[in-house]
């Protein structure tokens, strides 16, 4: 069995250039390497601001592009990208598949295969730090800065086991990638402390202007 998961970014621009070359590169890698299945993670509802949701949106697309012995699924629960991989668990058996990939948004690759490790693998703490940590030694260096590292990543993935987390670009300010790193920090501090999560999560409610 082979499955892709695409995870959302919760806002999107359907006119970007990148943002329709990130639905591109997810359709010609589903069609090229035939995976079974397609999973869309992602709140149905987490922009009302826009007239169609980014899942709803992201299905239409791929409808028209993927290959018709592929079959959709959609995951719509998910606020973040931590609820995306902790919703999909349930969807996969992560050690029936022959592969799994997960497209996401380059800056939080290495967030999500943290992700990963927790929730569809059981990897405890330390664990999962070390690692995180094997892999940034490994790319990252005298020689190699932190723009270097990035690039890398783009080209590699992230891998572990059968799961690969594919990282995508996706246009985004300056503030908005810091943002969204210092926001991995305290996603990742979150699966060990649930009061956090939750706050996390009425936080994006917040955002968004989400109700319940």
């Known amino acids: 069995m082979?499955?892709?998961?695409?995870?959302g970014h919760g806002t999107f621009d359907a006119n970007a250039q990148d943002y329709k070359k990130f639905i591109d590169d997810f359709t010609n890698f589903a069609n090229k390497n035939?995976?079974?299945?397609?999973?869309?993670?992602?709140?149905?509802k987490i922009n009302p601001r826009l007239s169609d949701s980014e899942s709803a949106f992201l299905?239409?697309?791929?409808?028209?592009?993927?290959?018709?012995?592929?079959?959709?699924?959609?995951?719509?629960?998910?606020?973040?990208?931590?609820?995306?991989?902790?919703?999909?668990?349930?969807?996969?058996?992560?050690?029936?598949?022959?592969?799994?990939?997960v497209f996401c948004n380059s800056t939080i690759a290495v967030k999500?295969?943290?992700?990963?490790?927790?929730?569809?693998?059981?990897?405890?703490?330390?664990?999962?730090?070390?690692?995180?940590?094997?892999?940034?030694?490994?790319?990252?260096?005298?020689?190699?800065?932190?723009?270097?590292?990035?690039k890398w990543i783009g080209v590699t993935g992230v891998h572990y086991k059968n799961v690969e987390v594919?990282?995508?670009?996706?246009?985004a300010s300056v503030h908005?990638?810091?943002?969204?790193?210092?926001?991995?920090?305290?996603?990742?501090?979150?699966?060990?402390n649930e009061p956090l999560q939750k706050e996390m999560v009425e936080a994006t409610k917040e955002e968004y202007g989400l109700k319940g």
């Open 34 to 44: 035939k995976v079974d299945q397609v999973i869309i993670s992602g709140d149905e």
């Open 59 to 101: 299905k239409k697309q791929l409808l028209g592009k993927l290959d018709k012995k592929i079959k959709v699924a959609k995951e719509t629960k998910s606020l973040n990208a931590l609820q995306s991989i902790k919703n999909t668990a349930s969807m996969i058996k992560p050690q029936n598949h022959d592969d799994i990939t």
């Open 112 to 150: 999500v295969m943290w992700f990963i490790q927790h929730y569809w693998f059981g990897m405890g703490k330390e664990e999962i730090e070390k690692d995180a940590l094997n892999f940034v030694a490994t790319h990252y260096s005298k020689k190699n800065g932190m723009e270097d590292m990035g």
């Open 166 to 171: 594919h990282p995508c670009f996706v246009k």
């Open 2 to 7: 082979r499955t892709a998961i695409l995870i």
């Open 176 to 192: 908005s990638a810091i943002a969204q790193q210092l926001v991995s920090l305290v996603d990742v501090a979150s699966l060990y």
